[in-house]
C-alpha cells in the first residue's frame, strides 16, 4: 500500500512540473486531449485535418509517400505555449516582448542537419504563441491553404531539401525550440522533436523522355542540336513532384520551336492562366497607343485623365503620377502590394466593384520621390488599362485584338475583366504556351512580326531598360522596365541577361538580350514559396545548359 501511495505521489508531483508551471508568465490552455498528455514533447505528422479531439494514435503516420495526391501535416504536441517557454528564456521581458520571437525549426534527413530557421515572428498570432500547447500547419498540401507551415517546408525544400530528399526512402526529423529576439537573440532547449520514414518513389522512366514536336505548331520546327539529357532530367524532376506544378517548357531559338514539353494534364491547346505575366500586355499596348498618337506620352500625369478632385485623399502629388511611374511600378501612391498592410495592397482591391476608384482614392506617401523608389502596385496597372480603354479607338478589348494579337497571329485567348467589364491588365490573360511565345518573340524581333512592325522599336527599347533598381530584400538581384522585369543568369561562368515577364506561381516569359532565345514556362503553384525560385533552379541546370552553345 505505501509502496502504491508513493508511486501515486511521483505520479502527481510529475504532472504537476509538466502541467502546471508555475513559472508561467501567462496562463496556457488546459491539455485535456488523452493523446497529447501521451505525446508531450512530439512533433507528429499526420494526412488530413483531424481535430484534435478527434485525432487517434492510429491517425499519426510514420510513413510518407511523396506522391502529388498525398499531403503531409505537422503538429506540435507541447507541454506549455510558446511564450512560457520564452519566459524562461528571459524572465524579465514582457509578452510583447517575448512575442517578438517564435519557434525556431531543424531539419534533419538521414541524420544530417540541412536547414534551420528562426520562424519570423509573425508566423504565428500572439494568441497562438500565448496560450496554445498544440500547434497544426500543412507541410505539404494540395488544397492550397495559406500558412506558415507550406512557406517554411518550401524553404526547407530549397534550401538544401530538394537535393537531400533523393529518390528512395529517407528519415526525416523536425526538433524545436523557442527563440527571443529582445534584447538579444537567444535560443532555448529543445521542447518538441519527432521524426517520419520519407519515401521519394523513382518515377516511371516513359515520363522522362522527350516529347516529339507535333505538326501544326504554326512555328517552323529547329533541327538544332541541345543536350537532350538535359531536358530528360529535368522532365524527371517534373514528373517526380520535385518541380512542382510546371504545366508547360517552350523553347524558341532563332526564330524556331525547339522545345515543346507539357505536364501535369497540360496539352498544346490549353489556356493558362500566367498571373501578372498579362500585366506586360498591357505595356505592349500603352506603346502602339502611343505610336498612334491616341496617348502622348509616357510623361502625361493621371491629372490629364481624370479629374483627381472627385477621388478620396486629393493633393498636388497624385496629379503629378506619370503613366511611366505606374509602368516602372515607382509612382507615389501608398500602395505596396508585397506588404500585407498597405492600403494599397491588391488584395483590399479585389472585393470593390471599381478598381480604378480603390487606385484612385488612395492616398499618397510623401516619403516616396517619383520615378525612384520600386514598389509593387497591381492597381496602377489597373490604372494603365483603364485609361488605355477610354483612350484608343473600341475600347481595349477590340484595340489590342486589332493592334497586338492579330497581327501576331493569336486567336485563341481569353481576357478576364474587372467589375466595370473592362479587360483585367492587372494579369489572367489565358494563352495557349505557344502564342506566349509570340509575344515573347515578338519583343526578340525588335517589334517586327513578319516584316511588320507591330510594336514601336523605341519601346521595345524604352521597355528594355533598366528603370529602376529592385530591393533585394524583396525579389534579391535586378532591375525593371516598362512592366517587364530584368536579371542575369549564370551558367558556367558565364552571365546571359534576360528580361521576362512573371506571374503568380511561377510563370515566365524569358527574353534574352544576348542569346537568341525565348524561353516560356508556365505554372500553377499559386502563392507557394517555391514557385519561382524553382523556375530559377529549371533555367540555371537545365534549360540553359541543355540549349546554349
Not at 249 to 256: C, E, H, P
Not at 336 to 349: A, H, L, Q, V, W
Not at 512 to 522: G, K, R, S
Amino acid at each position: 500500500m505505501k509502496r502504491y501511495l508513493l508511486t501515486l505521489l511521483i505520479i502527481i508531483d510529475t504532472t504537476c512540473k509538466i502541467f502546471a508551471q508555475p513559472g508561467n508568465i501567462i496562463q496556457q490552455e488546459p491539455i485535456t486531449s488523452a493523446l497529447q498528455k501521451a505525446n508531450i514533447g512530439k512533433v507528429v505528422f499526420e494526412a488530413d485535418t483531424i481535430p484534435l479531439e478527434g485525432l487517434k494514435a492510429t491517425d499519426l503516420l510514420t510513413n510518407y509517400q511523396a506522391r502529388p495526391a498525398n499531403n503531409l501535416y505537422m503538429r506540435l504536441l507541447l507541454a506549455n505555449s510558446l511564450t512560457n517557454y520564452q519566459h524562461i528564456l528571459q524572465p524579465s521581458a514582457s509578452v510583447e516582448q517575448l512575442n517578438q520571437g517564435n519557434f525556431q525549426f531543424t531539419f534533419y534527413v538521414d541524420g544530417r542537419q540541412v536547414y534551420q530557421e528562426n520562424l519570423h515572428k509573425g508566423a504565428n498570432l500572439p494568441i497562438v504563441k500565448n496560450t496554445k500547447t498544440t500547434i497544426f500547419v500543412p507541410l505539404i498540401s494540395n488544397r492550397g491553404e495559406d500558412s506558415w507551415g507550406r512557406s517554411l517546408w518550401g524553404r526547407f525544400i530549397n534550401h538544401g531539401g530538394d537535393d537531400a530528399l533523393t529518390t528512395g526512402i529517407h528519415q526525416l526529423k523536425i526538433e524545436v525550440r523557442p527563440y527571443i529576439a529582445v534584447p538579444d537573440l537567444k535560443v532555448g532547449e529543445l521542447i518538441a522533436q519527432g521524426g517520419i520514414s520519407f519515401t521519394v518513389p523513382a518515377i516511371d522512366p516513359k515520363d522522362a523522355q522527350l516529347q516529339s514536336i507535333k505538326p501544326g505548331s504554326g512555328w517552323p520546327v529547329s533541327n538544332e542540336a541541345f543536350d537532350k539529357k538535359k531536358i530528360m532530367d529535368m522532365n524527371a524532376m517534373i514528373a517526380g513532384n520535385r518541380f512542382k506544378q510546371i504545366t508547360s517548357v517552350v523553347v524558341i531559338k532563332n526564330g524556331k520551336l525547339l522545345i515543346e514539353e507539357y505536364f501535369n494534364g497540360s496539352a498544346r491547346d490549353s489556356l493558362h492562366n500566367p498571373r501578372s505575366v498579362g500585366k506586360t500586355f498591357a505595356s505592349a499596348v500603352m506603346g502602339i497607343a502611343i505610336h498612334d498618337s491616341y496617348i502622348k506620352s509616357v510623361d502625361q500625369t493621371l491629372k490629364e485623365f481624370y479629374n483627381l478632385k472627385k477621388f478620396n485623399n486629393y493633393s498636388a502629388q497624385k496629379d503629378n503620377v506619370t503613366l511611366k511611374s505606374l509602368l516602372t511600378m515607382s509612382s507615389v501612391f501608398d500602395a505596396d502590394d508585397d506588404k500585407s498592410d498597405s492600403p494599397g495592397n491588391e488584395n483590399n482591391m479585389y472585393p470593390t466593384d471599381d478598381w480604378v476608384k480603390f487606385a484612385l482614392d488612395l492616398k499618397t506617401d510623401s516619403s516616396k520621390v517619383a520615378g525612384k523608389q520600386w514598389n509593387y502596385f497591381t492597381a496602377g496597372v489597373v490604372v494603365l488599362g483603364d485609361i488605355l480603354n477610354k483612350s484608343v479607338p473600341g475600347g481595349l478589348d477590340k484595340y489590342s485584338a486589332d493592334k497586338l494579337f492579330k497581327p501576331l497571329g493569336i486567336t485563341n485567348y481569353r481576357w478576364q475583366y474587372t467589375p466595370k467589364n473592362v479587360p483585367n491588365t492587372a494579369g489572367g490573360l489565358q494563352m495557349r504556351s505557344l502564342d506566349y511565345a509570340r509575344f515573347g518573340q515578338l519583343y526578340k524581333n525588335g517589334g517586327l512580326w513578319n516584316g511588320k512592325q507591330v510594336l514601336p522599336q523605341s519601346w521595345v527599347k524604352d521597355s528594355f531598360t533598366q528603370h529602376l533598381t529592385l530591393p533585394k530584400d524583396v525579389v534579391g538581384e535586378g532591375f525593371y522596365g516598362y512592366l517587364f522585369w530584368n536579371k542575369t543568369y549564370t551558367v558556367n561562368g558565364k552571365a546571359y541577361e534576360t528580361y521576362y515577364c512573371s506571374g503568380n506561381g511561377g510563370n515566365k516569359i524569358f527574353v534574352f538580350t544576348d542569346q537568341p532565345l525565348v524561353v516560356i514556362i508556365t505554372a500553377e503553384a499559386y502563392n507557394t514559396p517555391y514557385a519561382h525560385p524553382q523556375v530559377d533552379k529549371m533555367m540555371r541546370d537545365y534549360i540553359l545548359p541543355a540549349v546554349l552553345k
